[in-house]
């Protein structure tokens, strides 16, 4: 499911918010120093109504300029405008030269601020599900995402998703145990 989201450039309007994963463990650093958190982009295109279109969610390895550049460049078209919500690191995504508006939050709730409908939708239902507390995301954080961008952007074809699985499956070169049990260095 990584390899299948990752060749996906977005373009024409995306809505860009920085999350974390994971919760703190008993006994260890709280909040976002936490070992357990992972910090990661989501972002989710819309079209010309803001209609979702495709989400992605991606562990980075900090909220710094040079990291969202880096992603910007890996996920991004040039014609993308993209709105964020002001955190400095963002100036990566014009620095990677797309257009970024950033739209600053302030005390408003997320559904105060339509700007970010879609991508607030998306990280509340990854948040409400069970597993989203259940296990190491230093390790599997970028599996667990992608297995979440795979079926939200396989929404509209849900029929056909257990045949669309296996065609994925079976189209990935084969890969050894060692290489599954890596911790993801892609980040």
């Known amino acids: 499911m990584v390899e299948r989201e990752d060749h996906y450039l977005f373009s024409g309007k995306v809505q860009m918010g920085d999350a974390y994963l994971g919760e ?3 006994g260890s650093k709280s909040g976002r120093g936490s070992e357990n958190k992972i910090p990661f982009v989501a972002a989710v295109s819309v079209d010309s109504d803001s209609h979702p279109l495709r989400a992605k969610l991606t562990p980075v390895p900090g909220f710094t300029i040079k990291a969202i550049k880096k992603w910007s460049k890996s996920h991004l078209s040039n014609d993308c405008l993209v709105l964020s919500d002001g955190l400095a690191c963002f100036n990566g995504v014009s620095a990677a030269g797309c257009k970024q508006i950033p739209v600053i939050a302030g005390d408003r709730k997320p559904e105060e601020l339509p700007e970010f409908n879609w991508v607030n939708t998306v990280l509340g239902n990854i948040k409400t599900s069970g597993s989203y507390h259940a296990f190491d995301f ?3 954080a970028h ?5 979440i961008t795979y079926r939200f952007n396989r929404r ?3 029929k056909t998703l257990p045949e669309r699985l296996l065609l994925a499956a079976v189209s990935t070169e084969p890969r050894q145990a060692a290489w599954l049990r890596l911790a993801e260095d892609s980040c």
Do not use: G, H, K, N
């Open 138 to 140: 230093s390790q599997y």
């Open 143 to 147: 599996r667990y995402l992608a297995a």
């Open 24 to 26: 703190e463990r008993s």
């Open 156 to 158: 509209f074809i849900l």
